[in-house]
């Protein structure tokens, strides 16, 4: 058995209470703490008319190493069409679920949301900025050329907080850490 003195107790008190705070929501500051994502949903949506597709990917344990579930929902796509697109983040191991991508928005200047296409002949182009004018990527535009390869591919969707690293507007990669990595299948129709 451990005896403390009084001082110890106090101390030790103080101390549990610092950790405690520092494991809150992240600050506006650069350096505020990680997001807890366990579901990354993405929707694409005709601009010139037409149905959502939405399809979204559980991962219980965020970025931990356990593999994200198979994707719900499916993405297919045609040639020669653009989209306008979305990622929302939630945390779905809280109760009640947390909506993670208002806290990513409301901290844009911390977050940067990087897409990874597969296929050929697409482009993905970011649209929205943080407060710096700098990319965000929760809402996207995705040009289906006419060229555009037929056939299966994936989106990769990284969502990167930056901390100590600053964000830079001219970034192609995570420079910071990651929050959450998860690939999308896609099917583009020939």
Not at 107 to 120: I, L, P, R
């Amino acid at each position: 058995m451990i005896h403390r003195s009084s001082a110890q107790v106090t101390a030790l008190g103080i101390l549990t209470l610092t950790a405690l705070a520092a494991c809150g929501d992240s600050s506006t500051a650069p350096g505020g703490e990680s997001e807890v994502i366990s579901r990354v949903t993405l929707t694409l949506t005709p601009s010139s008319g037409g149905a959502a597709l939405t399809a979204y990917v559980d991962d219980a344990d965020g970025n931990g190493p356990g593999a994200p579930s198979a994707q719900v929902g499916a993405l297919a796509l045609t040639r020669g069409v653009t989209y306008t697109g979305s990622v929302k983040f939630e945390n779905r191991l809280a109760t009640p679920v947390e909506d993670i991508t208002q806290e990513v928005i409301s901290e844009a200047n911390e977050h940067s949301v990087f897409y990874t296409v597969s296929s050929t002949g697409v482009t993905l182009t970011t649209t929205d900025v943080d407060g710096q004018n700098r990319p965000l990527g929760v809402r996207f535009s995705k040009v289906m050329g006419a060229a555009a390869a037929p056939g299966a591919g994936t989106v990769r969707v990284l969502l990167c907080h930056y901390g100590s690293s600053p964000k830079v507007a001219t970034a192609t990669a995570c420079t910071g850490d990651t929050d959450i990595n998860v690939s999308f299948n896609v099917n583009i129709a020939g």
